[in-house]
């Protein structure tokens, strides 16, 4: 994972949509079983907006904007299904969005504004990421193995997350859609 740097008075976050239980433990495990190094580290998610540095100073104006946009959109449901992967751009395997996709991408492109105004690297694509940056053959079996999930849920929020020292991913405020 490409991990901006970050400076003295400056902390790395993300805007996600988390999977609730029970489906992010099934996906966790099977990021596990890939290999993926990142399996406890980053917790299953649909990403709005990728690793950000922001100066901590500036983090309540994150958090206005966010509570803005997420007050303007409504609650949805989302099921993901199959798999899919970005091979040969990138080496990924990941879940599909097979309804809530229109949703995201309107979140998305809000969310990165404003303040949070930035470039992508790629064209942006909602996805749950299972395997990431392992051996070809753990690519190809959780490509196979995870052929079959299904998950429906509703959601209602979108979380703000940062880096840790650490290096895991943990919520820090939940912003409800709707207000």
Known sequence: ???????????????????????????????????????????????LLGPTVVDQSAMGSVSEHLAAVTSAAE????????????????????????????????????VRAGILDQDL?????PHVTIAHDVDADALDRAFEESAGFEATFEVAAVDLFEHGDDGVWRTVETFPLGG
């Open 75 to 110: 609650a949805f449901t989302m099921i993901l299904r199959g798999t899919g992967t970005f091979r040969p751009v990138s080496e990924v395997v990941f879940i599909q969005v097979a309804q809530g996709i229109a949703e995201c991408e309107q979140l998305e492109r809000v």
């Open 121 to 125: 690297r790629f064209n942006y694509h």
């Open 1 to 47: 994972m490409r991990l901006p740097e970050r400076g003295e008075g400056q902390t790395r976050i993300g805007v996600a949509i988390p999977v609730p239980a029970p489906y992010s433990e099934i996906l966790s495990e099977a990021r596990r079983r890939s290999g993926d190094g990142f399996a406890d580290l980053i917790p299953p998610h649909v990403t």
